[in-house]
């Protein structure tokens, strides 16, 4: 059963959402909706969608395969072609096979961007958000004992780079190990166990699940900046230092909350990183879905732009001080699996 009244949780998340849409709003972000049913669902080689057979009725339309979303990315970005200004989402994400005591298949997300803006702003607009929930729930009195007491008030966060984070974790320098032979002998030298794969970007994340993750954000909410170019994921890299991406994910207690880039605007690129993703996913056993045409054709139109993805059910969590997800969601996964 909940550690939370349900009740309790269903009231803080209507504050949290209140607060974050007055807080967007007086910023002047757009809220805007996107198709929840897509032709083609996120790339990232270890995210499943949930897939659904459509079936016209009439001979309007073909029989084919759809996917609930796991993002709002593409068709937002495709809003950010046709000009749009500052837009946000409050929506439902599906990941098939995510349960877990902070996974739900289903979960709430916020997405945002800004156009002509670069992670650092974006950075400030989601601690400026998360601050303004903070203090909504803490009126409302549901940010009561357990809580994160960061949320509550204007405290810097801490932002630090993926290089000196590991650094400080385990003295490892992945800029002076920066080939996965290398990396694989300084993490098993001091007793990471890294499996039998020598790829830069497997060894990386033994170490960094093993002797960093769990410990970020404990003082205050971390932002985690520059990853490895071989992470960039959607993001562009670094001017000036091609060896850094400009992605940026925020940590509070050892827990990944949000993950956001300085956008890439190269369709050429971003193809090539597609398929790369194609092929990982084919390699790993997984469905490999098709490219997004319309998508690709929107990044080459897209102005420079941030954006990241913040999961909803994880900060109100925090702001009610609970461990387990399922105590914030009112009809949790393990009802039904």
């Known amino acids: 059963m909940p550690n939370v009244n349900p009740w309790r949780a269903a009231r803080g998340r209507q504050g949290l959402y209140s607060a974050l849409r007055q807080f967007f709003a007086s910023q002047g972000y757009l809220e805007v909706e996107t198709p929840l049913l897509v032709p083609t669902p996120g790339m990232e080689p270890y995210i499943s969608a949930f897939e659904t057979p459509f079936v016209p009725e009439t001979d309007l339309g073909k029989a084919r395969t759809l996917y609930l979303h796991t993002s709002p990315e593409y068709a937002m970005k495709r809003l950010l072609a046709q000009g749009a200004g500052p837009l946000f989402q409050i929506c439902k994400v599906f990941r098939n096979g995510e349960v877990s005591q902070t996974h739900n298949p289903e979960f709430s997300l916020l997405e945002f961007y800004r156009p002509h803006a670069d992670y650092h702003a974006i950075m400030d607009d989601l601690e400026g958000a ?3 929930a903070g203090r909504a729930a803490a009126d409302a009195k549901e940010g009561e004992a357990g809580a994160d007491p ?188």
Do not use: C
């Open 150 to 337: 960061a949320f509550f008030t204007r405290t810097p966060y801490e932002r630090v780079t993926v290089r000196d984070a590991v650094l400080r974790a385990t003295g490892v320098d992945i800029h002076v190990h920066s080939d996965g032979a290398s990396l694989k002998r300084a993490a098993e030298a001091i007793g990471v166990h890294t499996g039998s794969s020598t790829s830069f970007d497997d060894v990386f994340f033994h170490l960094f699940l093993e002797r960093v993750e769990r410990g970020l954000g404990h003082e205050r909410p971390t932002f985690l900046i520059e990853y490895p170019a071989s992470m960039a994921a959607l993001s562009r890299l670094k001017p000036g230092d091609a060896r850094v991406a400009e992605r940026v994910e925020l940590y509070s207690k050892g827990l990944e909350l949000a993950n956001g880039f300085s956008e890439l605007t190269d369709a050429v690129e971003q193809r090539a990183r597609l398929v790369e993703e194609q092929e990982l996913r084919r390699k790993l056993g997984r469905a490999v879905y098709p490219l997004d045409e319309r998508f690709l054709e929107a990044v080459g139109r897209m102005p420079p732009s941030a954006g990241i993805a913040v999961g909803l059910d994880r900060i109100l969590m925090l702001l009610l001080g609970v461990q387990r997800i399922e105590d914030v969601l009112l009809f949790p996964a393990h009802g039904f699996v």
């Open 130 to 132: 998360l601050v303004a």
